[in-house]
C-alpha cells in the first residue's frame, strides 16, 4: 500500500495506491510499474 | 562419512583408542617381548605412521563438530593413558607425581573442552557451520511487532546459516485469483496483527550473544515463492 506522504514523493501519488508487481521465479526478477524489471537479491551480495 | 555413531564425539575416542594401543605396542613392546626378533619391532614401527594417518583432524573429524586443538588433547590424554597402561604391565612402578601429572594434564583437557575455548566465532573461523530452516507458520509468525521478550524459536551458533520463509500482504491485499501461488489463507485468519506493521518469523537467537553488542547478519540469498509481491 503506497500512501501519499509516506514513503512516497508529495505528486507521484495523490490517494492510497495498492499495487501488485509479477514476480518472475526463475528469473528472481519482478516488473515494477514505474522501473523496468527489477532483480530480486541481496544487496551485499 | 562412511558411517555414524551416536553422540559423534564417540567415533575419534574410538579410533583414538585403537591407533594409540597400536603404536603404544609398536614403540614400546619390544621391552616387554625382548625374544620378538628386531625384523617384527621394526615392521611394527613402521605401522604406526599409519595410525597417525588416523589420527589426523580430518574431515570426518571436523562433521564430529571438534577442533584440531580438541583433537590433540584428546590424543595426548588416551596415549598418556595408554602408556600408563603399559608401565602397569612392565611392573613399572607408579608414585604420586605420576598421578598429580595425570590429574593436571586431564584438567588441562577439561579447560580445552570448556565453551570457554570453543567460543562460537572460533567455530565460524574453523568451517564448523550448521544449517538450519525456520517456517512461516500461525506460530513462528509475528504481525506488527518482534520484541526481544519472544521467545527464541531457534538458537544457532555465530556463523549457522538460517533459511527463513515468510507470509507476505494482509488478507485485503491479496492478488487476483489468477495468480498461480496465492498466500494459505490460514495464515492469516491465525495470526493475529497486534500493531500496524510487517509480518516477521521469527525470532532467532545467536548462542553467546549479549546485550548491547553488534549483530552481523549476512543476507546470502532471496528466493521468491509467490508469482506476486505487492506494494
Known sequence: MIRPLAGALPDDFDTPTLIHIPLDKAKNTGKLPWVSTCRSRPSSA | ?231
Not at chain 2, 594409540?20 to 616387554?32: D, I
Request: glycine residues 8%.
Open chain 2, 1 to 231: 562419512m562412511p558411517f555414524h555413531l551416536s553422540p559423534p564425539y564417540l567415533l575419534p575416542i574410538i579410533l583414538l583408542l585403537c591407533s594409540n594401543l597400536f603404536m603404544t605396542v609398536a614403540w614400546y613392546g619390544h621391552l616387554r617381548f625382548k625374544e620378538v626378533p628386531l625384523a617384527g619391532v621394526i615392521l611394527a614401527s613402521w605401522a604406526s605412521p599409519l595410525s597417525n594417518i588416523a589420527r589426523r583432524p580430518g574431515e570426518p573429524f571436523r562433521q564430529c563438530g571438534l577442533f584440531a586443538a580438541q583433537l590433540k588433547t584428546m590424543q595426548e590424554v588416551i596415549t598418556l593413558w595408554c602408556l600408563r597402561i603399559l608401565a602397569g604391565l612392565l611392573k613399572e612402578p607408579i608414585g604420586w607425581n605420576h598421578l598429580v601429572g595425570f590429574a593436571l594434564i586431564s584438567a588441562g583437557a577439561f579447560f580445552h573442552f570448556s565453551e570457554m575455548v570453543s567460543a562460537p566465532a572460533d567455530k565460524e573461523d574453523a568451517g564448523i557451520m550448521a544449517n538450519h530452516r525456520l517456517e512461516a507458520g500461525p506460530e513462528t509468525v509475528h504481525w506488527g511487532f518482534f520484541d526481544a521478550e519472544l521467545k527464541p524459536l531457534l538458537t544457532v551458533n555465530s556463523g549457522d546459516t538460517v533459511t527463513i520463509s515468510t507470509v507476505s500482504g494482509m488478507a485485503n491485499q491479496m492478488p487476483a485469483a489468477r495468480s498461480r501461488c496465492r498466500p494459505r489463507s490460514r495464515d492469516h485468519k491465525s495470526v493475529q496483527q497486534k500493531l500496524p506493521g510487517h509480518m516477521c518469523t521469527g525470532p532467532v537467537a545467536v548462542k553467546g550473544a549479549k546485550a548491547g553488542q553488534a549483530l552481523e547478519v549476512r543476507i546470502k540469498d532471496i528466493e521468491l515463492h509467490y508469482d506476486w509481491a505487492t506494494t
